[in-house]
């Protein structure tokens, strides 16, 4: 059985979509990246944290940990505290290019294996007004986004361009966690 170490609703749908059978038990640790830790770094530790978290509740089952951040002039935007945070990391985006990166890290059954891999894709925002920022912060989709927006919702509508990994945008670079699952039978 494969164990998704996220809570996300995103992350649920992404598998589901893609015929992969899953249960869901979230992991609970500190996602704060340490100092002058690298943003691909960051995310693929946190993957693996999250993984071996619920790999410890649940050793007979294989477990799939993933954190996604953005990446904007090398600072890290995890989710945001509050909505001052959120318009903060919108205006940083504001008009710009940045990279979304999703750490995975797979645990075998027992605990004995780990596969660990990551996806860059790179997105382009346009550039929004106070306005604009306002009103989608008070809507609430970005609360609990990394990088404070949501490609597949409301947030679409200022994404002219990406370059790489749609669905690792959104929060779970499909295509990379069916090779990693493939390659372990």
């Not at 992969?20 to 693929?44: G, M, N, W, Y």
Request: with cysteine.
């Amino acid at each position: 059985m494969l164990v998704l170490a996220s809570a996300s609703p995103r992350r649920q749908d992404l598998l589901r979509n893609a015929g992969i059978p899953f249960t869901v038990q979230a992991a609970d640790i500190d996602e704060s990246p340490l100092a002058d830790e690298k943003a691909e770094q960051c995310a693929r530790r946190l993957a693996r944290e999250k993984a071996l978290a619920v790999a410890r509740q649940r050793p007979q089952d294989r477990v799939l940990g993933a954190d996604t951040i953005v990446v904007v002039d090398e600072a890290i935007l995890g989710k945001p505290r509050d909505a001052a945070d959120a318009a903060r990391m919108l205006r940083l985006l504001s008009g710009r290019r940045h990279e979304v990166i999703t750490g995975v890290c797979l645990v075998e059954a027992g605990g004995s294996e780990v596969s660990a891999a990551s996806e860059t894709t790179r997105v382009t925002m346009n550039e929004l007004s106070d306005v604009e920022i306002q009103e989608y912060v008070a809507g609430g989709e970005p609360m609990d986004k990394a990088g404070a927006y949501a490609i597949q919702g409301m947030a679409s509508r200022w994404i002219p361009r990406i370059e790489g990994d749609y669905s690792n945008v959104v929060g779970l670079p499909v295509a990379l966690v069916y090779n990693l699952l493939r390659q372990r039978g």
